[in-house]
């Protein structure tokens, strides 16, 4: 069977001022429109098993015409809006044999958050000081969410549970950076929030990583996300870091020659 | 018209302009025998639920399935006219 077009329908964006779901507008050209349909692939051939399409919510095609935004002066979304919720259904037309053109609308709504934003100093949780060794850090960071009124939670936030998708960055105090991979990430539920960044609600995704301190001074931890839309990792726009103050057990011989008649001595040691 | 290698019986269009398909029934000797219609299409889903992304474009994991349709009573399919 080969596949026509492939488009989204059904779609609409989550405003928190109603609360809830509504139509997405847009500008094709002309005066702000709902949008009933962005096409994202027309391209008649054998329907593959996987495909990678893009789509730039700035400049996209709604079938007809090319250059599609839902982003303007007289749109809901400026370019600058952070982290905005769409949700759509995926239509495909495919050709049969027999009957001509079937459309096929999935059953389930697929969602995006795009712009997404963390708000003002979103990363916490070092010590103002820290000894020498392994700090054991409880990171925490503030981040845009899904709210359960949106879609079930555990599906929507399955992606940013994954302790794959983060990454620590971790700088010494001569400048060497390491990524060190966290070892769990556990999310609190989400909240309304009034930052403009996180466009309704937010939670704190906890990441706990094991950081090694090695050298006095100033250490500077970065946290990256790795998002599922195809792009590279994305480093978070804050930084938090800690002093060390490591002791070190120097030892020295309290007598510099130890002179013995026998064959066994004894050595006083002292520690610096 | 022949659908799938199987008899089927299209109506006229419907009040919405749709095709309604009639799948055969047979009585043979008093009783009834459907034959049903099968239909195999295409769907496409995403591959995860969510996408996240920082900036304003996005690249989508499409993934196409096939979808079987049996029938013995009279359908009309999306799209079709």
Request: net charge neutral; glycine share 16%; hydrophobic share 35%.
């Given at each position: 069977m080969n596949i026509v077009k492939i488009l989204l329908t059904d779609l609409a964006f989550y405003d928190p001022a109603l609360p809830g779901w509504t139509q997405l507008l847009y500008n094709s050209g002309g005066s702000p429109i709902e949008l009933e349909q962005i096409e994202l692939l027309r391209n008649p051939g054998q329907a593959p098993e996987a495909l990678q399409l893009d789509l730039d919510w700035g400049n996209f095609t709604d079938g007809v015409n090319?250059?599609?935004?839902?982003?303007?002066?007289?749109?809901?979304?400026?370019?600058?809006?952070?982290?905005i919720r769409i949700r759509y259904k995926i239509k495909t037309i495919s050709i049969h044999e027999d009957i001509g053109e079937i459309e096929t609308v999935s059953d389930d709504f697929f969602y995006q958050m795009i712009n997404m934003a963390f708000g003002t100093d979103p990363v916490s949780g070092l010590p103002e000081h820290v000894d020498g060794g392994l700090l054991r850090a409880d990171i925490e960071l503030t981040c845009p969410a899904f709210s359960s009124d949106m879609l079930d939670i555990g599906k929507a936030h399955a992606h940013l549970a994954n302790k794959a998708n983060w990454k620590l960055l971790w700088e010494n105090p001569i400048g060497d950076k390491g990524q060190i991979d966290a070892d769990e990430v556990l999310l609190t539920s989400p909240v309304a929030s009034v930052d403009p960044d996180h466009y309704g609600f937010k939670m704190i995704v906890q990441i706990a990583a094991a950081l090694p301190v090695k050298i006095d001074g100033d250490h500077h931890l970065e946290l990256k996300f790795i998002p599922n839309d195809g792009s590279d990792e994305y480093v978070i726009p804050a930084s938090i870091s800690t002093a060390a103050k490591i002791t070190i057990n120097k030892a020295f011989a309290e007598n510099d020659v130890v002179y013995s008649a026998g064959s066994e001595t004894k050595i006083l040691v002292d520690f610096e | 018209m022949l659908l799938n290698g199987r008899v089927a019986i299209a109506s006229k269009k419907n009040a919405n302009g749709l095709r309604v398909f009639i799948p055969l029934k047979m009585r043979i000797g008093g009783k009834i025998y459907s034959c049903p219609i099968r239909i195999r299409m295409t769907t496409c889903a995403q591959r995860e639920a969510v996408i996240y992304s920082t900036g304003s474009t996005v690249s989508l994991g499409i993934v196409a399935l096939d979808v079987h349709e049996e029938h013995t009573e009279p359908f009309v399919m999306q799209g079709v006219q």
């Open positions: 090319a250059g599609c935004s839902i982003f303007g002066g007289d749109l809901p979304f400026a370019q600058t809006q952070k982290s | -």
